[in-house]
């Protein structure tokens, strides 16, 4: 897709520091005058937010793993059509909280449905959108369990299994080195302020 601005999104497993690092990045942006756009997924727009409250409240335990990946993608439509392309249209850096790589590990490894059926569910939803670069951020599911643990927030996605953690893991890993030119992929156990750094350098590159 033809588009003025850059499109960054972040990556990895709950724990990572995914929103902290956003923030710090949007905030180190906006003193240098560039005009951002932070968002999330599932979320960022109001049908977002709403389909965000199906997916994640902890007493769906009953949503099936098809019904939670076309609610992804659905989310991902519209914040693709409301939200993303507009900004990117207007020559904005566009900052997101997961995308379509989140679905591919989550629902195509995690959730066992294939990476390829995840693609199919997904290519009307992106609508030829991509990401100029994909940061993950590299917690083993163990630390992030910690910290998850620590923050008192649990939400439907809180209470799986740690293997599937594992697999989603894995699965990051298998996407990571199929995009490599891609995927920036950052040590998220080490300090914030370090792991900051290592990404501005990174986005600092692609600026310029």
């Known amino acids: ?15 990572s520091g995914k929103s902290s690092q956003i923030g710090l990045l949007a905030s180190q942006l906006k003193e240098l005058n560039y005009n951002i756009k932070a968002t999330r997924e ?3 727009t109001r049908i977002g937010e709403l389909i ?13 793993s098809v019904t ?12 693709v059509r409301e939200i993303i392309r507009p900004a990117l249209e207007q020559g ?12 591919l590990a989550y629902q195509g490894y995690g959730r066992g449905l294939g990476e390829d059926e995840i693609t199919v569910i997904n290519k009307l939803a992106i609508d030829d959108v991509f990401p100029d670069l994909t940061i993950f951020l590299d917690v083993a599911p163990e630390l992030g369990f910690q910290r998850r643990d620590g923050s008192g927030k649990i939400d439907r996605l809180d209470l799986q299994q740690s293997d599937f953690y594992h697999r989603v893991y894995e699965g990051y890993k298998k996407l990571a080195d199929k995009n490599r030119g891609r995927f920036f992929i950052v040590d998220s156990s080490l300090p914030m302020k370090e792991v900051h750094l290592k990404i ?5 590159d692609l600026l310029e």
């Open 52 to 64: 965000r409250q199906i997916t994640h409240n902890k007493d769906n335990v009953d949503l099936t």
């Open 200 to 204: 501005w350098q990174k986005v600092k």
């Open 92 to 103: 904005m850096v566009v900052l997101c909280d997961r995308f379509l790589d989140s679905s």
């Open 1 to 15: 897709m033809k588009k003025g601005g850059i499109f960054i999104t972040f990556e990895g497993l709950e724990g």
């Open 68 to 79: 939670e990946s076309y609610l992804m993608a659905a989310s991902r439509a519209q914040h």
């Open 42 to 44: 599932p979320g960022g």
